[in-house]
């Protein structure tokens, strides 16, 4: 799947409240003609309804006065799109966030790691160290992590890719995760993936010191047009998603920062190499 259901929503969502307020309705009038809870409206309207019926978009968009049939049908398909599952929901036990679906819609994802290589670039057993590492410690539970860890990667490698942009700080390559062994081989494949046309990685050395984002890890995703970027942050407890213009605008002028700081691209890869060579 080269498109993303969650994008999907929130494209569907703009259209919907953008013909709403076109046509002077309030969400409660809106529920009450359709006689619907007055809950849902604004659920539609956040990109929070996730199984939304084509059939109620159709009554909306009568209802705001949209006629045009190429146009209904256009959200219609928007509708169908967003209620269509993909990998990631064969792994729910796994994944605790829309994190792969997300990814799967973005044209451009730029990633920012600390003390970890990202997770679209990990070997399977740098994978598997990790998840040891946070307490998972049941042979099956690793394994099914990995599997799932390794299909999101898919997106790198398939048609019409994203352009994925990753910075990590040297700490991330110099902590021996699952020893000397995994870490040479984790480094080797990051050497291997810099000369994907579609992967670009910068390390920021020790020798910079102090430098914009030593205490927070976040990836940028942009989309096609008609969807915002977003930010997606780990954190202790939970993810956070921003979407607000102003959080995004932060976060890119951060990340801009951040890559001038570090190495040139060919200047990460010798760097890599050496690394390898003295595991």
């Given at each position: 799947m080269?498109?993303?259901?969650?994008?999907?929503r929130?494209?569907l969502?703009?259209?919907?409240?953008?013909y709403?307020?076109?046509?002077?309705?309030?969400?409660?009038?809106?529920s009450?003609?359709?006689?619907?809870d007055?809950?849902?409206?604004?659920?539609?309207?956040?990109?929070?309804?996730?199984?939304?019926n084509?059939?109620?978009?159709?009554?909306?968009?009568?209802?705001y006065?949209?006629?045009?049939?190429?146009?209904?049908?256009?959200?219609?398909?928007?509708?169908?799109?967003?209620?269509a599952?993909?990998w990631?929901?064969?792994y729910?036990?796994?994944?605790?966030?829309?994190l792969p679906n997300?990814e799967a819609?973005?044209?451009?994802i730029?990633?920012?790691?600390?003390?970890?290589v990202?997770?679209?670039l990990?070997?399977?057993?740098?994978a598997?160290?990790?998840?040891r590492?946070i307490?998972?410690l049941?042979?099956e539970?690793?394994?099914?992590?990995?599997?799932?860890?390794?299909?999101?990667?898919?997106?790198?490698?398939?048609?019409?890719?994203?352009q994925?942009h990753?910075?990590?700080d040297?700490?991330?390559l110099?902590k021996?995760?699952?020893?000397?062994?995994?870490?040479?081989?984790?480094?080797e494949h990051?050497?291997?993936?810099s000369?994907?046309?579609?992967?670009?990685?910068?390390?920021?050395p020790?020798?910079i010191g102090?430098?914009?984002?030593?205490?927070?890890?976040?990836?940028?995703?942009?989309?096609?047009?008609?969807?915002?970027?977003?930010?997606?942050?780990?954190?202790?407890?939970?993810?956070?998603?921003?979407?607000?213009?102003?959080?995004?605008?932060?976060?890119?002028?951060?990340?801009?920062r951040l890559m001038?700081?570090a190495l040139?691209?060919?200047?990460t890869a010798?760097?890599?190499r050496?690394?390898?060579?003295?595991?």
């Amino acid at each position: 799947m080269s498109f993303s259901p969650a994008t999907r929503r929130r494209e569907l969502a703009m259209a919907l409240r953008g013909y709403r307020e076109r046509a002077r309705l309030d969400s409660t009038k809106v529920s009450k003609q359709l006689g619907w809870d007055p809950s849902k409206i604004s659920r539609i309207e956040s990109g929070r309804f996730r199984r939304i019926n084509v059939r109620d978009v159709l009554d909306m968009l009568t209802l705001y006065g949209v006629d045009d049939p190429a146009e209904r049908e256009r959200l219609a398909q928007i509708a169908r799109d967003s209620r269509a599952k993909g990998w990631w929901d064969q792994y729910a036990d796994v994944f605790k966030s829309e994190l792969p679906n997300l990814e799967a819609g973005a044209t451009i994802i730029r990633t920012y790691e600390i003390l970890c290589v990202p997770g679209l670039l990990q070997t399977p057993g740098y994978a598997a160290a990790m998840f040891r590492g946070i307490g998972v410690l049941d042979d099956e539970a690793v394994a099914r992590r990995v599997a799932a860890r390794m299909a999101r990667q898919e997106i790198i490698v398939r048609d019409n890719p994203p352009q994925l942009h990753a910075v990590m700080d040297e700490a991330a390559l110099r902590k021996s995760v699952g020893g000397p062994d995994v870490m040479r081989e984790q480094i080797e494949h990051l050497v291997k993936l810099s000369d994907l046309p579609n992967v670009t990685i910068q390390l920021i050395p020790h020798s910079i010191g102090a430098h914009a984002a030593m205490t927070m890890s976040f990836t940028i995703m942009c989309f096609s047009a008609e969807n915002a970027p977003i930010v997606y942050a780990e954190m202790p407890v939970s993810p956070v998603v921003m979407y607000k213009h102003e959080d995004v605008q932060s976060y890119a002028l951060l990340y801009d920062r951040l890559m001038a700081t570090a190495l040139f691209p060919e200047d990460t890869a010798a760097a890599m190499r050496s690394m390898a060579a003295g595991l």
